[in-house]
């Protein structure tokens, strides 16, 4: 697989680029996940590690070589914002729009997905009003048909993973990626991707996937 911008890379330092096309092609390549799974991650990743320049816009590129539009890598990032950051977002929209300019369609609204009650009520011990502003972001991100919830999920696990909130966030997105039909296997595709962007922080959260026990105890995940 030829990727987008390869020589451009390798141009900088021909050992990186051999480097940097291996990572990427091996990335690309994961058969776990769908183009679009693929596309979402790599954006979550960007944005969480601020890469919202060259690397963004090689992403997006590659992902519109493969099937995927720029309309869908734009709500993408809508999706992402709250979780990213809505200031890195932004930016991120604004490179996007030099690979297709003009506002992109509204969002089609489909039924909503709440956040879950346990949820809701853990977080309404700790704060109520913190509670009330992260529900009613999950709502809003969760409650629109540009992307599916497994989508969602898998994109979510990686700005977990990079950003290393590996406790209650980390849980709820790999229980919400379960729950849409992910399996081990797509979700440990999710962290191989995310490797390319710091493979420590992989190492931590498959640790930690470990630690939550088996898919009979947990509906979920164990390496």
């Known amino acids: 697989m030829k990727l987008v911008n390869q020589s451009q890379v390798e141009a900088l330092d021909p050992a ?7 990572m990427g092609q091996h990335a690309w390549s994961l ?6 799974e693929k596309t979402f991650v790599f954006l979550a990743a ?8 060259f690397p963004l816009l090689t992403h997006a590129q590659t992902a519109v070589a493969n ?18 950051g809505y200031p890195t977002a932004a930016v991120a929209l604004q490179q996007l729009q030099q690979l297709q300019p003009g506002p992109p369609p509204d969002p089609q609204k489909t039924e909503a997905q709440p956040l879950p009650d346990d949820v809701r009520a853990e977080l309404a011990e700790l704060d109520p009003d913190f509670a009330a502003f992260y529900a009613e972001q999950f709502d809003q991100r969760w409650s629109n ?30 229980d919400l990626a ?4 992910a399996g081990t296997e797509q979700i440990h595709a999710v962290l191989l991707l995310a490797a390319e ?18 898919p009979a105890d947990r509906n979920t995940v164990s390496p």
């Open 46 to 53: 960007d944005l969480c590690t601020a890469n919202i320049g």
């Open 31 to 36: 058969p776990q996940l769908t183009m679009r």
């Open 178 to 181: 379960t729950t849409s039909g």
């Open 145 to 174: 048909g540009d992307l599916s919830p497994r989508e969602r999920a898998l994109a979510c696990i990686a700005v977990d993973v990079l950003n290393q909130t590996l406790d209650e966030s980390l849980s709820l997105h790999v």
């Open 197 to 214: 962007y710091g493979a420590d922080k992989v190492w931590r959260a498959l640790r930690v996937l470990r630690g939550r026990g088996s």
């Open 16 to 22: 990186f680029g051999r480097m940097a096309a291996q």
């Open 67 to 84: 099937g995927v539009s720029i309309a869908e890598c734009i709500a993408a990032v809508r999706h992402l914002a709250a979780y990213a």
